[in-house]
């Protein structure tokens, strides 16, 4: 499947790619997932966090990741809000998400390690790209999570 791949800035994005990115995280975080969680955390305005968007040819978003800077969730690097629509799963457009994502943050990031809150179900998708779990399994927002660490 051929997927349009665009990178933001928060002060890039339109009131409608806002709004498109932020209803598509919750409709599958909180509506799919059955996950109330606090979505609007601040990260999404800090300065550097970059926002993945991934749109299929008739321009509807399908994929989405954000990319936080070290300091704003871990001291490391991070990834974040790692999501494909339901109807486009099992269709390589993770990886190729997961692919732009570590390509733009050695873009802006060279050399920096990455961590990343993991659901624990997608340890082997995440281990194909050389992330390592480094911690024990948790609850977080109901779902089991480890946290997992790609290194330079």
């Not at 598509?24 to 799919?32: G, H, K, T």
């Not at 970059?50 to 299929?56: F, K, L, N, V």
């Not at 733009?104 to 990343?116: C, F, N, T, V």
């Amino acid at each position: 499947m051929n997927i349009n791949w665009e990178t933001y800035k928060f002060h890039q994005l339109t009131t409608e790619q806002l709004y498109d990115l932020i209803k598509f995280r919750v409709d599958i975080f909180v509506v799919e997932q059955r996950c109330p969680y606090p979505e609007l955390d601040n990260k999404d305005r800090h300065a550097e966090t970059s926002h993945i968007a991934g749109y299929d040819n008739s321009g509807v978003l399908v994929a989405y990741a954000r990319l936080l800077p070290s300091g704003v969730s871990y001291t490391d690097v991070s990834i974040g809000r790692f999501a494909v629509s339901e109807a486009m799963r099992r269709q390589g457009i993770g990886s190729q998400l997961l692919e732009r994502s570590l390509q733009e943050i050695e873009q802006h990031w060279p050399d920096m390690a990455i961590r990343i809150s993991a659901q624990e179900y997608l340890c082997g998708f995440y281990e194909k790209f050389n992330f390592e779990k480094v911690s024990e399994s948790y609850l977080e927002d109901g779902i089991p999570h480890v946290e997992m660490l790609k290194t330079v």
